[in-house]
């Protein structure tokens, strides 16, 4: 068997916008309805929800229900025990939060690699290796697997470059909201100086021939940030859009 080619990764290194949603409630179900509701992949997060690494392979199963949508896993922080694991339960792309310097970013790379380019620990029968089906999965794993960096701060902007250069880095995203705090403005994820980072950190990124991406929930606004030159743009959560829509029923029946 093959190992199963990461589309996401193969879009992105084309140039080929990826819309995506974000996947905060843990269980099969809304993985599995956020995997058929039109997206080009869908990121499953354990940095900012209550999904815990033993939930992931359960949301992964459900997201491949949907041939042609991308599972994306966010973990919680740069440990290579929990990367590991996000690895052998088959997510194949992988968002690493709040990433500041070129040495940090290294070691996420490291983390992602088998020996003797890295520390990932060898195991045969997980879900990334199809159950011991895939042919030479410990040599070619790494050809479909896909690192994101999270730049959100000023300090990570500052390195943006030496970031986006290490072998290894396959994209950067941007993160309007703890940028926002980092820049004195905590919360104002549209405040002017943040939204022209952010412009300026795509135009870099273009020049080093990096794909970029960002998070932004208002649908002018990431279509402003897709024109600046985002090419995997999340457009949503599960948690906030309920939210929403039942504050909305709820303004249905208020009096007068």
Known sequence: MKNPKNLFKSAISAGQHQLGIWN????NTVSELLGGAGFDWVLVDCEHSAIETVEVQTCLQAIA????VSAAVRAAGHDSVLIKRLLDMGAQTLMLPFVESAAEAEAAVHAMRYGPRGVRGM???????????????FTKAEEELCLIVQVESVAGFEALEEIAAVDGVDAVF????????SMGNPGQFD???????????????AAVGKPGGVMALEPATAKSYMTMGSLFTAVGVDLVLLANA??????EFDAG
């Open 24 to 27: 905060t409630v843990g269980g």
């Open 65 to 68: 229900g949907t041939p042609g």
């Open 123 to 137: 195991a045969g029968m997980t879900r990334a290796t199809r159950y011991g089906r895939v042919d030479d999965y």
């Open 174 to 181: 941007f993160g309007p909201a703890d940028l926002s705090a």
């Open 191 to 205: 405040h002017p100086e943040v939204v022209e980072t952010i412009k300026a950190g795509f135009a870099r990124l």
């Open 246 to 251: 039942v504050a909305g029923l709820r303004s």
